[in-house]
Each structure stands twice: as C-alpha cells, then as structure tokens.
Nanobody, 127 residues
Framework: QVQLVESGGGSVQAGGSLRLACVGSGFTYHTYCMGWFRQAPGKEREAVAAFYTGDDSTYYTDSVKGRFTISQDNAKKTLYLQMNSLKPEDTAMYYC????????????????????WGQGTQVTVSS
C-alpha cells in the first residue's frame, strides 16, 4: 500500500525558512493529488497546499500564498513544501496526504477526501 513519510520539521525564528519533504512509496498508479495539511493544538486540521502529479497544478490556502511553495521530485517520489517568511501562527504538526484523484478545487481542502497519510512532522516558529 501507499506509505508516506514526512521530514524537515524543526524550530525556527519568525522570518526563517524550512523545507518539508514527504517521501512516498507503494504507488500503484501514475497520478495522485498530494496535499499538505497542518493542525495546531486546539484547532481543526486545515489544508495548506495541494499538488496534482498529472499536470503539476498547485493550490494554496490564502494565508500561505506568496510564502509557501509546493513541488515534487518525481524521480525521488518526494513531495516538498518550501516555507519562507514563517510566522508564529504557522506553528503546527504538518502532514502530507495522498489520493488517486485530481485535485479539484471543490475538494482538495477536505481532509476526508484523502486515503493515505504520513505520521506528521512538527514545525515550531518562535517570535
């Protein structure tokens, strides 16, 4: 089955940068919608960004536009989230997720639409 493993989290000061990575294995089909989600203590899990491997389409939640970039290295089966200009409100556990489907604008934000999840990697941004 599909397995996802995140890495790259850590502690940084506000204004700093981190690059998260999600290494996938066990993919049966060529195209997937890959998403990054985050969850802070006491808050609901929210979608951050998504990437469709079929045509490299990208999607971002408004709060990270211009600061975060989602991309992939297909040869390495790795999804990345480059995070720049980090803010304390970005502090959360970050998860990558996948589904064998197109990243439609109507459902890429829905955590229940994804079939596979990684274990998460913690991002902490201090002021």
């Amino acid at each position: 089955q599909v397995q996802l493993v995140e890495s790259g989290g850590g502690s940084v000061q506000a204004g700093g940068s981190l690059r998260l990575a999600c290494v996938g294995s066990g993919f049966t089909y060529h195209t997937y919608c890959m998403g990054w989600f985050r969850q802070a203590p006491g808050k609901e899990r929210e979608a951050v960004a998504a990437f469709y491997t079929g045509d490299d389409s990208t999607y971002y939640t408004d709060s990270v536009k211009g600061r975060f970039t989602i991309s992939q290295d297909n040869a390495k089966k790795t999804l990345y989230l480059q995070m720049n200009s980090l803010k304390p409100e970005d502090t959360a556990m970050y998860y990558c997720a996948a589904i064998r489907a197109i990243c439609r604008s109507t459902y890429w934000r829905n955590q229940y639409g994804y079939d596979f999840w990684g274990q998460g990697t913690q991002v902490t941004v201090s002021s």
